[in-house]
Structure formats: C-alpha cells, structure tokens
C-alpha cells in the first residue's frame, strides 16, 4: 500500500489536559478498508484519539492525517463519519428528523437523503420507530440511531466509539453484523470497544493503549498467538491417561469438577493450558488415540480477553486519578 492509500496516519499523537495525560506519542497507520480495533482501560486515552483525528480537538503535538488530508481539515472530515461515546440528541426531534439533519450536514440532496434514511432505518433495526420522537426512545435505540447518523453520508471511514455498549445481546449480534457488511463493502472502521468478543470479531488489527501510550498493536491473529486455556469434555478419564496427555502435549492438565454436565453424564471436563492454537488439534487427536471419548472442546475465555488482562496486568492504569 502506498502512503496515499491508509485511511489514517497519526505521527508521535500527543494531548495534554493541562496537567493531566489524554495521549502520548501515538504513532499508528490503519490501511483503507481495514477494521482496526482500538483498545484500552478506561481513561486511557481513547476517545481522546479519536476526538483528535475527527478534529473535535486539536493535537498538544504531532500530526494526523485522513486518506492524506489533515485530521479536522474540510477534505478529511468529508470522508468519515464519526458515534461519539456520549452523544444526545434533541428530545424534541423525531429519529428520522435528527437524520434528516446530519444529512443536510453531509451535503445530500433531499432525494438521496430520504433513500439513505429508508435504508438506515432499516438497516440498523429502528424501522418504523424512526417516526417516533427520540424522548420515546431506549439507550438501545439511541445508539442504533447514532449508528445510522454516523452512517448517513456513506462515510469511507467510520469511527465508532462503543457503538454497542447499550445494546442487549440481540442488538449487540446486529450491529456485529452491519460492521461486518461495512467492511465487505471495503469501508475503513476504526472501532473503540471494551466488547472484546466484537473487535475479536470484526477487527483485522488493534492496538491496545495504555496510559495514553500504545503498548501493542498488530494483528489480531498475531497478538492471540499465545497461550491460551481450553475446556475439553471427554469420556473414559483416567488419571493416569490425563498425566499421559499432559506429558504428550507439553502442557498442564487437569480436571474442573466445578464446571457443569449434562444429566446423567459420566464424562469430565478438562482445562489444558495451551501455548498456540496448534496443540489443541494434537490434544484432540491424542484424546481419541488414547480411546477416550470426546464430546466438546472450547475455549475457556475469549481469547482476546485474557490477552487483554495479561497486557495490562501488573500496569499502572490511569484511572482518573493519576497524573502525567
Ligand atoms: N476535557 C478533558 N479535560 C481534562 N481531562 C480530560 C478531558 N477529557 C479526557 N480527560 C482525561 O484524559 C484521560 C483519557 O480520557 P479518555 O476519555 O480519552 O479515555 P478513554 O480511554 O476513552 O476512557 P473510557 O474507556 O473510560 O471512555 C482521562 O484521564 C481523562 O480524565
């Protein structure tokens, strides 16, 4: 990819509130039509990015820029669209009438405004209540409607901060699938989400920051490719063949008495600590060698959940008491 190409460029990022840290030193590139996946504690300096590449607020230093335009310029802003962590919408308004504003404010025509309504309405699940003021209506429905203003000028790249964090599981599992569509139709996404199970999803890269600094970023393949612990439920365990397997696999094995079994079930449930995804095909493969019986295996958590807690783990976290 060329220089032109990446969506976004941010060279040595930095904000400062005064004495308090937003950003330091951020350098990061995400390419066009890549779902990146921006992680971090709370107060570490998430939203404080993305309010500096939509250009709500200027850089203390370095530079960013959009598609090779500078980060607030007139050029940049065309191109993205942008769901702020706490945004509020007139009470007054109705959904469709809040759209029908941030479409006058991308510059669509009222003909190609009211299809994109039509279809935002559809697309992000609010229909026919997009004729009902927004006094009326849930958290859920706020932030579907956010979405779809986000969405309303077919930005090339949308940022997104915690786009499902008031949604219930069904909401959350559709706007996992429209970001899916998003991203075949070739749109960049730049999502902030503490939903580990939805930048795991979605997301071909991340960086995780911490205390307003970028601890790790790649991609997300690269960064699991670490330990890991698995639930495997088998049939015909013995001690003696656990420690067999534990010794053929190189990892440590035992049994969670804890976890919960079918009725009337003689089987156990496993934990294997693993190093990489590859021993879990040898352990099922040794299971069934063995003789035993293998009725299921998964993964114990979501894998970039327990990436996240060992990167942070044993870090000082701002929080929001601590100062530069
Ligand atoms: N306008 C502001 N004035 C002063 N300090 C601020 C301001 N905005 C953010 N901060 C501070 O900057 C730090 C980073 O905040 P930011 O909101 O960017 O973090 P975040 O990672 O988005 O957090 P969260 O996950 O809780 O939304 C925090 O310590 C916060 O208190």
Redesign the pocket.
Known sequence: MTAAQAAIRTDGLT?D??D????RNVTLTVQAGEAFGFL????????????MLVGL?SPTAGSAELFGHPAGSVEARRRIGYLP?LFRYPEWLTGVEALRFHARLCGLDNQTAERRIAELLDEVGIGRRGYDRIKKYSKGMQQRLGLACALIGNPDLVFL??PASALDPVGRHEVREILKRLKERGTTIFL?S?LLEDVEQICDRMAL?NN?QVLAEGPIADLLRERSRWHVRVGGYSPVVAEWLSLAVDAPLRVRPDLPLPPGSDSVWLEAELENEEQIGRLHYLIVEQGLTLYEARRADSGLEQWFLQAVSGLEH???G?RT
């Open positions: 904000k509130y005064g308090r840290r937003g950003c971090g504690p709370n107060g570490a300096g998430k939203s404080t990015l993305v309010k607020i962590e901060d915690e902030n503490h920051l307003g701002r929080g929001e601590t």
